[in-house]
Nanobody, 123 residues
């Protein structure tokens, strides 16, 4: 089993920044993809960003240039730095992990999930 714990959400104003953290523990994989998704009220869970074991990163078009995903191996923690936040970024943000080297933007391909952290951006 893998345990994922997100933190760092909050209420901010448009244009502000936040950094989300996802601390991982438990089972380890030789190769993996760890990703951030978000879910706004009444909507599906959308892909935000992904980090592969190789160090490659991927972003949804809606956040490209504003969000940065990174990993601190010593802390086994993945971060999502979110800059220039917009009201449409308001959602519950989840981190998720899957084994293997292929990343997917569909949430159904990920095996382990955190509990989520709320991000609210006011206009």
């Amino acid at each position: 089993q893998v345990q994922l714990v997100e933190s760092g959400g909050g209420l901010v104003q448009a244009g502000d920044s936040l950094r989300l953290s996802c601390a991982a523990s438990g089972r380890t994989f030789g190769a993996y993809v760890i990703a951030w998704f978000r879910q706004a009220p009444g909507k599906g869970r959308d892909f935000v960003a992904a980090f592969k074991t190789s160090g490659s990163t991927y972003y949804a078009d809606s956040v490209k240039g504003r969000f940065t995903i990174s990993k601190d191996n010593a802390k086994n923690t993945v971060y999502l730095q979110m800059n220039s936040l917009k009201p449409e970024d308001t959602a519950v943000y989840y981190c998720a992990v899957k084994s293997g080297i292929v990343y997917y933007t569909s949430s159904g391909n990920y095996d382990y999930w955190g509990q989520g952290t709320q991000v609210t951006v006011s206009s």
